[in-house]
């Protein structure tokens, strides 16, 4: 029987660490999983007597099949009211989540092995949506010892003929690097140098810890931005499938992204109909909720940050994750943490992360969070 180069690539064996995950959890012994992240596992959750009667209203709202290859426009509308109609409704395409708006832009803007410049830490699931579209992934920097910076001087090194885009993570996924308004502006300036879009992941934009308002590379004179978010984290809804990717730059090179995404996006159209219908009163019946979640991960953070303390850790300025150095070697560290612990963190290199670093997200009640940092503080003093 054939199969295709992709999926040979894509079935890796199973690492020794989730060989020990899955033989503690096959013995019923607890684990505390510190990767997942999923605030819906921890009691963090859309009111949901508000949300059955707002998919009540959006099921009967969406009984008669009428698709918009774009997306339901009270949905754009509700997006580009969330971006202060700074971003308008036409040129807001939604899709079931960012994994599939990152498949869109790759296909739209490479060919197979064309390059795409992405963060280095970086995040697994870049690996497998490159090999889907057949492009390469580089790398650009950035910088621990500036918290985790992103080094611009590195970056615009890592430009060859065949880049066709850069992706910035802000808040980043795992670091909590947190891009800075003038990086915003530089990066920008690169990019119009060198005639590249900018993809523009901002999925943890609620959660900001040392400001109140992200820089957006959208609001920059970058030539062409797609800026990629959705409902997952925003408002703990990743069963919702809403995401979106909202096209600012050149008003040509807007014209002709929209028009390829619009033919993409009505191939599949796939972003449940009921979903889109539900947008606008999700956003408007969902602030108080997002104020008060917004609350809880900045005290989870807060506990993280104190309890390693002294531990060399750069704390993170958004997202839900850490990074954390580590004297040890990673993946032993890793593993006695889960043999000895039963806390699941990740080693470094997940992450392309040079060594020795424990990667980790704060995301859980605040006990066991206390708990668990107290033993991985202790691993790493040690």
């Known amino acids: 029987m054939h199969f295709s180069t992709v999926a040979d690539t894509l079935n890796a064996p199973k690492n020794p660490l989730y060989i020990l995950h899955d033989e503690l959890r096959a013995a019923g012994l607890p684990v505390l999983d510190l990767v997942k992240g999923n605030v819906n596992e921890h009691g963090i959750l859309y009111p949901q007597d508000v949300l059955r009667e707002i998919l009540l209203d959006a099921s009967e709202r969406a009984r008669i099949y009428r698709p918009d290859s774009l997306g339901q426009i009270h949905a754009r509308e509700a997006i580009s009211t969330y971006y202060d109609q700074r971003i308008p409704s036409a040129r807001i395409v939604l899709t079931p989540g960012t994994s599939i708006s990152y498949w869109y832009c790759f296909k739209l803007l490479a060919e197979p092995g064309d390059e795409i410049l992405t963060p280095q830490p970086s995040y697994p699931l870049f690996d497998y949506i490159a090999r889907l579209c057949g492009v390469k992934l580089t790398t650009y920097a950035l910088d621990e010892s500036e918290n985790w910076a992103i080094d611009l001087e590195h970056l615009e090194r890592q430009i ?8 910035l993570i802000s808040p980043h996924n795992p670091t909590g690097m947190v891009a800075s308004l003038e990086q915003v502006h530089e990066l920008a300036a690169i990019a119009a140098r060198y005639e590249i879009p900018i993809v ?3 999925v943890f934009n609620e959660f900001l810890f040392d400001r109140d308002e992200l820089p957006r590379p959208a609001f920059t004179d970058a030539p062409l931005v797609f800026t990629l978010n959705g409902f997952s984290k925003m408002f703990a ?5 809403i995401g979106w990717i909202a096209v600012s730059g050149d008003e040509h090179l807007v014209q002709r992204s929209l028009s390829a995404l619009e033919l993409i996006s009505d191939t599949f ?4 109909e009921t979903a889109q219908f539900a947008v606008p009163q999700i956003f408007a019946r969902g602030r108080q909720f997002l104020e008060n979640y917004r609350r809880a991960i900045a005290d989870c953070r807060n506990i993280a940050v104190e309890c390693l ?3 060399g850790v750069v704390p993170p300025a958004g997202g839900f994750y850490v990074t954390l150095r580590n004297s040890a070697d990673e993946e032993q560290a890793a593993m006695k943490l889960l043999r000895d612990d039963r806390i699941l963190v990740h080693p470094g290199y997940f992450y392309d992360i040079e060594p ?3 990667v980790m ?3 859980h009640d605040p006990v066991n969070l206390r708990t668990a940092f107290g033993a991985i503080a202790q691993l790493c003093r040690q």
């Open 356 to 358: 020795d670093h424990l």
């Open 237 to 241: 809804l990743p069963g919702m499938k």
């Open 309 to 311: 303390s002294g531990c």
């Open 269 to 272: 159209l796939p972003v449940n």
């Open 200 to 202: 523009s992941d901002e």
């Open 160 to 167: 060859s003929s065949k880049t066709r885009a850069i992706v």
């Open 361 to 363: 997200t704060f995301i």
